[in-house]
């Protein structure tokens, strides 16, 4: 019979003095987890105690409360919308363990309280690479909303934009006029890459904008050996407009002449000229026949009483002729009269201690001198 009593009908059958039935009472007669509280810790009222469970749930004078329950059994739902709640252990006294799981992305969870099923697509890298990518809202009810945008301005919406145009096909064309324009990347995502090239000169490019075509035409030495070029214009508009410049000795003129040709163009032979130092001027004539006898001139180049001789009168060659004086050979100059005065003292004519003068020094008044 004994088996059937409570520890409180022991108590009161055993005769257990008062003063020992607090300390009988220290044992714990609620389950594990379970916290025990004995609000009158008197014999008159035993049985009194409560269990109470984590999850707030109390037993009155009970061995062990069945406390735990199914936090997911809640209502309203301890999970969010859109997502699954699961409690794994709902058979023993654990509470806030109960897991929410996005629905749309099993990956994303949470313990003890909602998940957040928020999304950054970008996160993941979808774009192409040099292009932009936005995820304006950042929720799985709201997936491939993401945008794509490429650096010209083309933007797909939950995808990889094909970006990349034929930059050439603009209108108006990116290259200036009487320019050809290539893009060699219109299949890849690739701007800024397209070439102009010059039409009057292929060397002449610039890459992702005109290409400067205005262009010394004496680069490329279109005149002859030893000819001076010279390109008033630089530019495309104005090919042809170069002159070719002889220098002396390589050139269709005579020695001396300087040549220039104003127009080089097949269209235009045999209009250079030939200028001859002292001016003269032939057009298309091999050599320019502009020297002439200097001596010729009136008056004469040479002073009164002297002789004039131009020894190249036959060649391109100026300021060459000389002048003698009549009276004496050995006085001469070139390119102007010469100094026939002449200091009959200079030879020494006296004897030793004489004083030599000579009172007229000019070749009309020789012997004259004293001593």
Known sequence: MSASLTPVELVRLAKIPCSLLLLFMTFNPCGAGQTCDDPVQSVASI???TCTCANGVVATGAAVVACETDECAATPSPCGMGQTCTDPNTASNMLHDFVCTCDKDPSLTATDGPATCDKDECLSSPCDAGQTCNDPVKDLTSLKDFTCTCANGVVAIGATATCEVDECAAVPPPCGPDQTCADPDTASNKLHDFECTCNSDPNLKATDGPATCDKDECKFNPCGA????????QSVASIGDYTCTCANGANPCGAGQTCKDPVQSVASIHDFTCTCANGVVATGAAVVACETDECAATPSPCGMGQTCTDPNTASNMLH???????????????????????DECLSSPCDAGQTCNDPVKDLTSLKDFTC
């Open 47 to 49: 049985g009194d105690y």
């Open 226 to 233: 030893g000819q001076t070029c010279d390109d008033p214009v």
């Open 320 to 342: 060459d002729f000389v002048c003698t004086c009549d009276k004496d050979p050995s006085l001469t100059a070139t390119d102007g009269p010469a100094t026939c005065d002449k």
